[in-house]
């Protein structure tokens, strides 16, 4: 299972397990949990949910540390001038370990409410076997229509 989430500005996809860089989060505990809900595509077990079906999705991580990246030069020159400038920069970055990603209901609890939903649903008459006499009896014309029968002579 895997998700595109939305996160400091950036698309990241990721697993549950997987240890991400997003820009820094201030945080007083380490150990605070984070959840992404602007998710863009989920990808649950082979079926892939996207749109309206995100609406309930969350990945849910937690907090692990700080981190600078790498260094960046930055060097800006104008020839004949003199003109030389140098500068450098590293980004800090938080890490977060993907705990979790949940798409609303689990597929073991979505079958089982399909289940039950078939089996609370009321039964249609001609759906109920030997419910009705002489259903079993219909009896057809020659041109393979069924026969119709008037109320005084069938009941």
Excluded at 14 to 34: A, R, Y
Excluded at 78 to 92: L, V
Excluded at 122 to 134: H, Y
């Amino acid at each position: 299972m895997y998700a595109v989430i939305r996160a400091g500005g950036k698309q990241q996809k990721v697993k549950p397990g997987d240890v991400i860089q997003v820009e820094l989060t201030k945080s007083e505990e380490q150990t605070e949990s984070v959840t992404f809900t602007p998710l863009l595509v989920v990808d649950d077990q082979g079926k892939t949910h996207v749109g309206k079906d995100l609406g309930k999705a969350t990945v849910k991580a937690k907090l692990v540390g700080e981190q600078k990246g790498e260094k960046v030069h930055i060097f800006k020159y104008r020839a004949k001038t003199g003109y030389a400038k140098r500068q450098g920069h590293r980004q800090r970055y938080t890490l977060v370990e993907i705990e979790d990603i949940s798409v609303g209901a689990s597929p073991a609890k979505r079958a089982a409410r399909k289940s039950s939903s078939k089996e609370a649903r009321p039964v249609r008459a001609d759906e109920m076997e030997g419910a009705i006499p002489g259903a079993d009896e219909a009896t057809v014309d020659e041109d393979g229509s069924p026969e119709t029968v008037s109320e005084e002579e069938g009941l």
